[in-house]
């Protein structure tokens, strides 16, 4: 492969390129999904093809193509570097890349089991026994399951000398239960709702998630959310458990602290961000227990944002976002990081494919856990008053990433410490940085996953792009509480 | 791009190297290429060209899909065994149907207009450069600063089956999308077509411009209930919420709000709605996944839901089923999705109808006594499924209309309303135009003057 990225390599230096990066990719997705007891979906993609990047009279050009012959190739190193050469019509600068030396690697996921070494019969064999778990619960209207297998090779090759050759693989599992009666459908999803849980793991993440176990509970939770009381209004102490912090995380700290967005690249589409150049190492981002990472390396576990490098050859890296609740650290890439006058890239530039040109991408943006022992039981029995929220149902946020509201699944009203009477259609609303000072508690180690995000979508035309956050149920004081159903009654 | 013979040829390769009872194949092909400029200059441009070939198998009332991008003998065999070995473990489907024969799928195939435009095709990266030129030049001249993109594709596909089934669709597409933004406000502009020719970016970049200088100096004003002018990009937003619901199978996984309220008057009677593929302003095939013709469907008639989508599947299934006598005509209207699917069938080729006296997003505002006009909205999504409410966040020009005229810039709101009380309000109406957003498809939708509808947060700028 390293032969066929030399031919566009070589293509972009004739044509006048300062700077080219090569990527071929391979791809293969095995998705299988089950509804009420039969097939959903059954299929089996591959993809294959390159994709260059250059750098022309100091503007970017990129140019892709599934055609992998010797002509084609060359070919496509051309186009992009006549595609760079038009960008550099309407330039104000040249573009700068912060250093990086080059790298030669080989890198793979750590597994146990290869998930396309297990049969689909197997796959369906889970799927269709929860599946028929689900609808043994009187009044569950809807069961769903999905199963998803990813294996992404690919080749990076610059014109500074790096070649990385890394294999991801991604597994993914989940499953819901709908009750539809008189005017309302509820719904309950495991691990976490649309579409599970994923991460960069083989086969035994399906055997770790103890799905059969939980079926029955959520078919009876969904049943029993049409007969709950509605969440009342009012400002109220919350605690979110870890699935439903993630998502918190992923939207009201993985976003606004894109660097991308921050400098105005993302304006159109995805937004900008609050968290303008000034704040970094200012803004008092949360309380004093909040402590954010955005960790890509092996050792932080095997998120949807765990690799060995990026898409531009930079190490996977830490880096500290909040610290002890001070903004310390964006995401960025080579040209981000010169653009702020920063040594070195943070390693987040990522592609959801060959086909597509790498963008700044959350890495796994997680939260440490609390360092005192305090799992979510003990969490619970130390609040006085409050709600317990869980499990996502809708999310959204301003494109500067400052007014959020959530709605979870299911909650529960807290009383003297202990979780009473189920609550149905929750949410809680918020501004990002009043909501992150009002964190008081957060559950230690033994309680923290490191969720998946498989489809944030990001960038024109618009990728989607797995994201990992560590997160531990926590407590947050003062939260609005049932908003979304104000002026709906 | 291939040819329909060339793809044809292919075709007769794959079915060389399938044993299964029954095949399918998608062919799609593209050529896409995207300029986009931020910070008033271009910053990322890209061009791609790849091919999708999609087989499916059946067996006895097993079908499984597998997919592929390499189109040499091997990689041809291998995509055929895949499909295969997915299809053969599973349990029969006693519902599955056998694949539509040449007349059925061609039954009900309307004439569309050409949506292939050779000057769309043919757009170079120096002539997408020209036009953010064009946009940056206004921005300059205003003090602005521009993002958006500009971007132009080719696509063709066709649906080839054993049993003699045989489409083919060819189409070009443009998009200009304009973001202008100044020290505390910003102005938005989007439209999309087949024909370049007929997008104007300088036009689009003058009124994105106007809205940033006019929404400056933005005041906050209290949450609550407001008459509000919807442009139809905000209505195309919201409205897309809703058309998944009117697939037949939505209804019967009961997952639909739809669900016991066919033929009952949901909306306002000045609401009527289609789907119809063959509109002038429309886009797209004529023929769906599994290549039956679209229909034109009438979804509401005066505000009353009268009919669904049907996939060929889902039309059998629901003539069986114990809602058959309350979900309007029952038979496959070609809006079915590529086999096997959960979702199976919605209309994607959205037409508002036109009201008996259209009134100009001016005419709104001068008729609005204390409302707010909205140019754009944000990442909306649902919130409670049976009653349709919805959440987001208005974006990009948002104004305080007081006495008929636009007073100034506001800071934006988060919205919490149900579309079926959005639809039952809706007091006037503009003419239908092609509308561009970022949460839904284009449609052909009106501007909207709605009344009562509930805002209920402030963010901080």
Same mark, same amino acid.
């Given at each position: 492969?390293?032969?066929?990225?030399?031919?566009?390599?070589?293509?972009?230096?004739?044509?006048?390129?300062?700077?080219?990066?090569?990527?071929?990719?391979?791809?293969?997705?095995?998705?299988?999904?089950?509804?009420?007891?039969?097939?959903?979906?059954?299929?089996?993609?591959?993809?294959?093809?390159?994709?260059?990047?250059?750098?022309?009279?100091?503007?970017?050009?990129?140019?892709?193509?599934?055609?992998?012959?010797?002509?084609?190739?060359?070919?496509?190193?051309?186009?992009?570097?006549?595609?760079?050469?038009?960008?550099?019509?309407?330039?104000?600068?040249?573009?700068?890349?912060?250093?990086?030396?080059?790298?030669?690697?080989?890198?793979?996921?750590?597994?146990?089991?290869?998930?396309?070494?297990?049969?689909?019969?197997?796959?369906?064999?889970?799927?269709?026994?929860?599946?028929?778990? &689900? /609808? *043994?619960? $009187?009044?569950?209207?809807?069961?769903?399951?999905?199963?998803?297998?990813? #294996? +992404? @090779?690919?080749?990076?090759?610059?014109?500074?000398?790096?070649?990385?050759?890394?294999?991801?693989?991604?597994?993914?599992?989940?499953?819901?239960?709908?009750?539809?009666?008189?005017?309302?459908?509820?719904?309950?999803?495991?691990?976490?709702?649309?579409?599970?849980?994923?991460?960069?793991?083989?086969?035994?993440?399906?055997?770790?998630?103890?799905?059969?176990?939980?079926?029955?509970?959520?078919?009876?939770?969904?049943?029993?959310?049409?007969?709950?009381?509605?969440?009342?209004?009012?400002?109220?102490?919350?605690?979110?458990?870890?699935?439903?912090?993630?998502?918190?995380?992923?939207?009201?700290?993985?976003?606004?602290?894109?660097?991308?967005?921050?400098?105005?690249?993302?304006?159109?589409?995805?937004?900008?961000?609050?968290?303008?150049?000034?704040? &970094? /190492? *200012?803004? $008092?981002?949360?309380?004093?227990?909040?402590?954010?990472?955005?960790?890509? #390396? +092996? @050792?932080?576990?095997?998120?949807?944002?765990?690799?060995?490098?990026?898409?531009?050859?930079?190490?996977?890296?830490?880096?500290?976002?909040?610290?002890?609740?001070?903004?310390?650290?964006?995401?960025?890439?080579?040209?981000?990081?010169?653009?702020?006058?920063?040594?070195?890239?943070?390693?987040?530039?990522?592609?959801?494919?060959?086909?597509?040109?790498?963008?700044?991408?959350?890495?796994?943006?997680?939260?440490?856990?609390?360092?005192?022992?305090?799992?979510?039981?003990?969490?619970?029995?130390?609040?006085?008053?409050?709600?317990?929220?869980?499990?996502?149902?809708?999310?959204?946020?301003?494109?500067?990433?400052?007014?959020?509201?959530?709605?979870?699944?299911?909650?529960?009203?807290?009383?003297?410490?202990?979780?009473?009477?189920?609550?149905?259609?929750?949410?809680?609303?918020?501004?990002?940085?009043?909501?992150?000072?009002?964190?008081?508690?957060?559950?230690?180690?033994?309680?923290?996953?490191?969720?998946?995000?498989?489809?944030?979508?990001?960038?024109?035309?618009?990728?989607?792009?797995?994201?990992?956050?560590?997160?531990?149920?926590?407590?947050?004081?003062?939260?609005?509480?049932?908003?979304?159903?104000?002026?709906?009654? | 791009?291939?040819?329909?013979?060339?793809?044809?040829?292919?075709?007769?390769?794959?079915?060389?190297?399938?044993?299964?009872?029954?095949?399918?194949?998608?062919?799609?092909?593209?050529?896409?290429?995207?300029?986009?400029?931020?910070?008033?200059?271009?910053?990322?441009?890209?061009?791609?060209?790849?091919?999708?070939?999609?087989?499916?198998?059946?067996?006895?009332?097993?079908?499984?899909?597998?997919?592929?991008?390499?189109?040499?003998?091997?990689?041809?065999?291998?995509?055929?065994?895949?499909?295969?070995?997915?299809?053969?473990?599973?349990?029969?489907?006693?519902?599955?149907?056998?694949?539509?024969?040449?007349?059925?799928?061609?039954?009900?195939?309307?004439?569309?207009?050409?949506?292939?435009?050779?000057?769309?095709?043919?757009?170079?990266?120096?002539?997408?450069?020209?036009?953010?030129?064009?946009?940056?030049?206004?921005?300059?001249?205003?003090?602005?600063?521009?993002?958006?993109?500009?971007?132009?594709?080719?696509?063709?596909?066709?649906?080839?089956?054993?049993?003699?089934?045989?489409?083919?669709?060819?189409?070009?597409?443009?998009?200009?999308?304009?973001?202008?933004?100044?020290?505390?406000?910003?102005?938005?502009?989007?439209?999309?077509?087949?024909?370049?020719?007929?997008?104007?970016?300088?036009?689009?970049?003058?009124?994105?411009?106007?809205?940033?200088?006019?929404?400056?100096?933005?005041?906050?004003?209290?949450?609550?209930?407001?008459?509000?002018?919807?442009?139809?990009?905000?209505?195309?937003?919201?409205?897309?919420?809703?058309?998944?619901?009117?697939?037949?199978?939505?209804?019967?996984?009961?997952?639909?709000?739809?669900?016991?309220?066919?033929?009952?008057?949901?909306?306002?009677?000045?609401?009527?709605?289609?789907?119809?593929?063959?509109?002038?302003?429309?886009?797209?095939?004529?023929?769906?996944?599994?290549?039956?013709?679209?229909?034109?469907?009438?979804?509401?008639?005066?505000?009353?839901?009268?009919?669904?989508?049907?996939?060929?599947?889902?039309?059998?299934?629901?003539?069986?089923?114990?809602?058959?006598?309350?979900?309007?005509?029952?038979?496959?209207?070609?809006?079915?999705?590529?086999?096997?699917?959960?979702?199976?069938?919605?209309?994607?080729?959205?037409?508002?109808?036109?009201?008996?006296?259209?009134?100009?997003?001016?005419?709104?505002?001068?008729?609005?006594?204390?409302?707010?006009?909205?140019?754009?909205?944000?990442?909306?999504?649902?919130?409670?499924?049976?009653?349709?409410?919805?959440?987001?966040?208005?974006?990009?020009?948002?104004?305080?209309?007081?006495?008929?005229?636009?007073?100034?810039?506001?800071?934006?709101?988060?919205?919490?309303?149900?579309?079926?009380?959005?639809?039952?309000?809706?007091?006037?109406?503009?003419?239908?135009?092609?509308?561009?957003?970022?949460?839904?498809?284009?449609?052909?939708?009106?501007?909207?003057?709605?009344?009562?509808?509930?805002?209920?947060?402030?963010?901080?700028?």
């Amino acid at each position: 492969m390293y032969d066929i990225a030399s031919w566009a390599l070589n293509i972009g230096a004739l044509r006048g390129a300062s700077y080219a990066d090569v990527r071929i990719g391979g791809d293969r997705h095995r998705a299988l999904s089950t509804k009420n007891g039969k097939l959903g979906s059954a299929s089996d993609t591959e993809s294959m093809g390159i994709g260059v990047r250059v750098i022309a009279d100091g503007a970017w050009g990129f140019a892709a193509s599934e055609d992998l012959s010797r002509a084609a190739v060359e070919a496509t190193a051309a186009r992009a570097v006549q595609i760079a050469k038009a960008s550099a019509r309407v330039k104000q600068h040249d573009v700068r890349l912060a250093p990086e030396k080059p790298s030669t690697a080989e890198w793979t996921t750590p597994m146990v089991i290869d998930p396309f070494t297990v049969s689909v019969e197997q796959n369906l064999a889970v799927l269709i026994e929860i599946d028929g778990e &689900l /609808r *043994s619960v $009187r009044g569950v209207t809807l069961a769903e399951t999905n199963m998803n297998f990813r #294996r +992404e @090779e690919q080749w990076f090759a610059s014109s500074e000398g790096s070649k990385i050759h890394q294999t991801k693989y991604t597994s993914g599992v989940g499953y819901a239960a709908y009750a539809f009666a008189g005017s309302e459908i509820q719904k309950r999803s495991y691990p976490t709702s649309f579409g599970g849980q994923w991460q960069n793991k083989g086969y035994e993440l399906i055997q770790e998630l103890k799905l059969g176990e939980n079926a029955r509970r959520v078919g009876e939770e969904a049943v029993a959310l049409l007969k709950a009381e509605q969440c009342p209004e009012g400002i109220f102490d919350v605690i979110l458990d870890g699935s439903q912090l993630a998502l918190q995380i992923h939207e009201s700290v993985g976003h606004p602290i894109e660097l991308d967005r921050v400098l105005g690249m993302e304006a159109n589409f995805a937004g900008t961000s609050f968290l303008t150049l000034d704040k &970094l /190492r *200012s803004l $008092r981002y949360g309380s004093e227990l909040v402590n954010i990472v955005a960790d890509a #390396r +092996e @050792e932080h576990g095997p998120g949807l944002g765990t690799f060995a490098f990026d898409e531009e050859g930079v190490p996977a890296q830490s880096t500290p976002i909040i610290t002890s609740g001070l903004f310390t650290g964006y995401l960025s890439s080579r040209e981000t990081a010169a653009m702020i006058q920063c040594e070195r890239s943070g390693g987040t530039l990522r592609a959801e494919g060959w086909n597509r040109l790498p963008i700044i991408r959350m890495t796994n943006v997680s939260i440490l856990p609390g360092s005192q022992p305090l799992t979510r039981e003990q969490l619970i029995a130390g609040t006085d008053s409050g709600v317990y929220l869980e499990t996502n149902r809708s999310w959204s946020i301003d494109d500067k990433r400052y007014n959020f509201q959530f709605g979870t699944e299911i909650g529960w009203e807290i009383k003297r410490g202990k979780r009473t009477r189920m609550l149905k259609n929750p949410s809680y609303s918020g501004i990002t940085t009043e909501f992150w000072n009002s964190m008081n508690a957060i559950c230690s180690r033994e309680e923290w996953v490191l969720w998946g995000i498989p489809h944030c979508g990001k960038g024109q035309p618009q990728q989607v792009m797995g994201t990992g956050h560590g997160a531990a149920p926590a407590r947050f004081r003062g939260v609005k509480v049932g908003s979304a159903y104000r002026g709906n009654a | 791009m291939p040819s329909r013979d060339q793809a044809a040829e292919l075709v007769q390769r794959i079915r060389k190297y399938s044993v299964a009872d029954e095949v399918e194949v998608i062919i799609y092909h593209t050529r896409n290429a995207l300029t986009r400029f931020a910070n008033n200059v271009i910053h990322q441009n890209l061009a791609e060209e790849n091919v999708a070939v999609s087989v499916r198998t059946a067996f006895a009332g097993r079908t499984a899909r597998a997919t592929t991008n390499k189109i040499d003998d091997e990689g041809l065999q291998r995509v055929v065994e895949a499909s295969e070995r997915l299809a053969k473990v599973q349990h029969a489907d006693p519902d599955l149907l056998p694949m539509p024969d040449a007349r059925e799928g061609s039954r009900s195939v309307r004439t569309i207009p050409s949506r292939h435009f050779e000057r769309t095709a043919a757009l170079t990266p120096e002539l997408r450069a020209e036009m953010v030129r064009s946009i940056v030049a206004v921005a300059e001249k205003h003090r602005l600063t521009a993002a958006g993109i500009v971007s132009n594709s080719e696509t063709a596909e066709g649906i080839f089956n054993c049993r003699g089934l045989s489409t083919w669709h060819t189409q070009t597409a443009a998009e200009i999308s304009i973001t202008m933004l100044g020290a505390d406000s910003s102005g938005w502009q989007k439209a999309g077509s087949p024909d370049v020719d007929t997008l104007d970016a300088g036009a689009l970049a003058v009124t994105a411009a106007r809205k940033a200088v006019e929404a400056a100096r933005p005041r906050e004003i209290p949450p609550g209930k407001y008459t509000v002018i919807l442009e139809p990009a905000a209505v195309l937003d919201l409205v897309g919420f809703m058309f998944y619901d009117f697939g037949g199978l939505a209804i019967l996984d009961r997952r639909s709000f739809l669900n016991d309220r066919v033929g009952t008057q949901l909306f306002g009677k000045n609401i009527n709605i289609w789907d119809d593929v063959a509109h002038p302003l429309q886009s797209g095939s004529p023929f769906d996944g599994e290549g039956i013709g679209r229909q034109k469907v009438h979804l509401v008639e005066n505000g009353v839901v009268r009919r669904l989508v049907f996939a060929r599947g889902t039309a059998a299934r629901m003539l069986r089923s114990e809602v058959k006598d309350k979900v309007g005509p029952i038979e496959p209207t070609g809006h079915g999705f590529p086999l096997p699917n959960e979702v199976g069938e919605a209309p994607m080729n959205i037409v508002f109808g036109v009201t008996d006296k259209p009134k100009t997003v001016d005419e709104m505002v001068a008729s609005t006594e204390r409302g707010i006009l909205v140019t754009r909205l944000w990442y909306i999504r649902e919130v409670d499924p049976y009653e349709k409410i919805v959440t987001g966040m208005t974006r990009d020009g948002t104004f305080y209309v007081e006495g008929g005229t636009i007073r100034h810039g506001l800071r934006n709101f988060r919205f919490n309303e149900s579309l079926i009380h959005m639809l039952a309000n809706v007091e006037a109406m503009g003419i239908p135009v092609r509308a561009s957003g970022e949460e839904s498809f284009d449609m052909v939708v009106p501007a909207m003057q709605v009344s009562d509808f509930n805002f209920t947060e402030v963010t901080k700028f």
